[in-house]
């Protein structure tokens, strides 16, 4: 995958909102403002997605080409490396829902009642 692809997909997501809030580089990728993916446009190789922290260790372990993210907190942020890269499409389209799915469960009841998402809506975005 690429970051084209990536940004489509990230904005297929219900409510999903593109914005540069640290530079014209960095674009982040927000649910009710709360960022679950970025993408460094000055690196376009790299994808930064939200992750649970046991499975984060598991998919390090398993895939060189998935790291602790760069001046995130390693405990939640993997950078995913999309050229030259072991981890396939199928895995980057399941992590970016992952960390969409993570984000959007934090949000508080009231904000999540106003944004409504239904789990069907997301699983079409990826068959």
């Known amino acids: ?3 084209e692809e990536i940004y489509e ?3 297929s997501m219900p409510h999903a ?3 540069f809030p640290f530079d014209e580089h960095t674009l982040v990728i927000t649910v009710a403002d ?3 993916a970025v993408i460094p446009l000055d690196r376009r190789d790299i994808l930064i997605v939200k992750c649970d922290p046991e499975r984060a260790v598991e998919l390090r372990e398993r895939y060189n080409g998935i790291e602790g993210a760069f ?3 390693k405990k939640h ?4 490396a999309l050229s ?4 396939p499409p199928e895995i980057i389209k399941e992590l970016l829902l992952h960390s969409y799915r993570l984000v959007y469960g934090k949000l508080p009841r ?4 106003t944004l409504p998402i239904h789990d069907e809506d997301l699983d079409l975005l990826y068959q």
């Open 1 to 3: 995958m690429n970051c």
């Open 9 to 11: 997909l990230c904005m």
């Open 17 to 19: 909102v593109a914005k």
């Open 34 to 36: 709360k960022m679950f």
């Open 71 to 73: 001046h995130f907190n």
């Open 77 to 80: 942020w993997n950078q995913i």
């Open 84 to 87: 030259d890269s072991d981890v």
């Open 110 to 113: 009231k904000t999540r009642e």
